[in-house]
């Protein structure tokens, strides 16, 4: 008997935890935060500890394992962690040290949760380092493998629990990129083998289950970032911001500015973080990228330097949802020494994330921005979830019994049921709605 629930990730996106159980044992996938919820909790605090933990399970930043773990928290066998996206990990220092059992990843996850931990100062717990393409047995009934997957992070995986009942899959997050920009294309050839071995359910990734259509490459990105960067007017100092964690984004950046012989600075905390971990796993070689500057008087050295030399640079900066406290918001609300103009370009490599905060963020830096006369570029960038034909194809190729959508709002996961439906799959025999707190078993 295969039992699911869901601790978060289903009634919106963030938080995302699940738990998988076979016969009494229990994997737990993902441990996120809600990052909405975490930066209000955040507020004016400089720093959240390990001390806060209630209070954060109590304010639904992290998710609300207490119950479940003094029933079953013996039961758990791993923690495994698909991809380093804070909403997918950053609860892994609160939640992780009490269950007793290995947290299993792919390396560079495994560094994204080291430096939140060394952060927490939180003891490290039992990491294990999985790549994928390979299993690691946790118990004698189940194993687990992580099957390579695209994303917009590095090192993302799908992972596939061995069950006597067949593969339970859980893919949280992830798109079909044929011609990614850094790292393999999706392992398809497991993918389908893992249906020929039977692959009894999925859960599946439902954020962009409303959107028609494909999901473009990262190749198309580099393509609309080089056009960008080549339109903007040779006398013009570049600002670029995107996700921190958009590592390939980040290599394409630095690539293309070179190319049209502008050099490249990089700001902000977040940046120099997952660089970091991107370089100590050789997933980027250290001389491509230059050292992050994070402090307040080595950005301003750096800004009059630029200043002085117009058209000669690219810096690429946090704070592309307008995110109190990032380089961007810094900038405009004047706390460093350099004053926005016509003379400087911004290229928002990203796209709001339709949050209230982020929302309202992101149109007062609009107005900011627009009022030095800046030339602004927005949403050069593409998702890096799959859309309704990459679903279809991605169930296509696993063929899995049932179909559990997550990570999304009733909405979204009522879109993959749809998918799921014009696929012949069947609400509530072999397609299943789980909100957050609730459970399914699978006879
Ligand atoms: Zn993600």
Known sequence: ????????????????????EADGEIIITDMGADIERLVNFEGDKNYISINDQTALVENGVIPDDRDFFEKE??????????HGHLDHVWAVPFLSQKYRCPVIATPFTIKVIEHLMRNMKVRSARMLSLNTGTKY??????????VNMTHSIPNSSMVAIHTKYGVVAYANDWKLDDNPTLGKRPDYERIEQLNKEGVKAVILD????????????????R??????????????????TTFSSHIARIKNIVEISRKVNRNVMVFGRSMDMYIKAAVSNNIIDKSLIPEVAI????????????????GKYVILCTGHQGEKGAFLDKLVTGQYAYKLSEDDAVIFSSRTIPTPLNIANRSMLQSALESCNVNIADNVHVSGHGSRNDIKTFLKMLKP????????????????IDIGKELGYELNKTSHLLLDGQEITLQ
């Open 206 to 221: 439902s954020t962009n289950a409303d959107q028609e259509g494909y999901t473009f490459s990262e190749s198309v990105v």
């Open 137 to 146: 047995k946790v118990s004698d009934n189940l194993t687990i493998e992580l």
């Open 1 to 20: 008997m295969i039992k699911i629930r869901a601790f978060g990730g289903y009634n919106k996106i963030g938080k995302s935890m699940t738990a998988i």
């Open 73 to 82: 928290g013996k039961n758990v066998k791993a923690i495994v962690l698909t």
């Open 295 to 310: 402090r307040k008087e080595q950005i301003n050295g750096l800004l009059k330097y630029v200043r002085d030399r117009p």
């Open 401 to 416: 019994q049932h179909l559990i959508p997550s990570h999304g709002g009733m909405e979204k996961l009522s879109s993959m």
């Open 223 to 240: 393509t609309m970032l080089e056009d960008v960067i080549k339109r903007t007017l040779s006398n013009k100092t570049i600002f670029i």
